[in-house]
C-alpha cells in the first residue's frame, strides 16, 4: 500500500507546495493535483476528480480560495464521495479557524465514510510574505482593520509539518488539529515585529472592513472582495483570541513564533522588490 501515491490538492498553493515538496523528499510518491498536472485535478471541472483519486491512498484537500466561497462545501461534498467510491483511505482537510463556512466542510468530511484529520488552522504569517498583504509590507503598511483584535498566527510551515505528519504517521485518524502559533498579538505588534526583522518602519494601518474590501477588490474583483470581507468580519471579532495546542499534540513540539517567521523571511528575500 505504501508504494500508492498520496494526492496533494491545491499542489502550487501556499500549504500544498510544502507539503508537496515535504511528501517527496521523504521518497513518498506525490500527485500533484493542480489544474496543469498530468493527471489534472480542477474543483470547476468535476470530470477530472476520479481521475486524481484513483490508485491514490491519501489525499490533502484545500479548496481554493476559500471553503466559505458560494458551492464549496457542496463541491466538497462530490469530492469525498468520489473518494469513498475509488477506495482513498484517508482524507486530511485544511479548514479555517472560526469560519460558519469551513465548519460546514468539515461535517461533510466527517460524514464521508472515509477516514480523516481535520487541520484547523489560524490566520497565516505567510500572508504577509507571500499574499496580499506583500505589497503594502513593501511599502511600509499593514492595513487590516480589527482593531487591537487578537490574533494568534501561525507560520504556514508547521501547517505542513501537521499536514505531513497525518498522512504519513499513525495516530491521526478522526482527530481535530486547531492549530495556532504560540502567542497571541495585535496587528501593531506583528507590524513592530516585521519593522525590527527588515529594519525599516512597518505601520500598522488601522482601517475599516470596507476599505479592506475596496483594497482586496482593487487586487482580485468585486466576488473575492465580498467573500474576504465576510471572513474578516466574522473572525476578526475576538473568537479566535486564544492559543491551541493542536501542533504541540500533532508534532510533540510547539509551534514557531512569528518573530522567527520574519527573521526567515527577510533572509529569504521575501521582501525584496523582484521577488
Known sequence: MQDRPILVIGATGKTGRRVASRLEARGIAVRRGSRNSTIPFDWEAPETWAPALTGVRAAYVTYFPDLAFPGAVEKLEALCETARDVGLEHLV???????????LGEDVVRASGVDFTIVRSAWFAQ???????RDPILAGVLPMPGGDILEPIIDIEDVADVVVAALTGDGHKDEVYEVTGPRLMTFAEMAATLSQAMGREIQHLPISFEEFHANIAQAGGDFVADVFTAIARETLDGRNAHTT???????????????????????????????
Not at 482537510?93 to 465548519?103: F, I, K, N, P, Q
Open 127 to 133: 500572508n504577509f510574505s507571500e499574499g496580499y498583504l
Open 245 to 275: 495546542d493542536g501542533v504541540m499534540r500533532a508534532l510533540g513540539h510547539p509551534p514557531r513564533d512569528f518573530a522567527d517567521f520574519a527573521l526567515r523571511a527577510v533572509q529569504s528575500g521575501a521582501w525584496t522588490s523582484a521577488a
Open 93 to 103: 482537510l485544511l479548514s479555517g479557524r472560526g469560519e460558519y463556512h469551513a465548519r
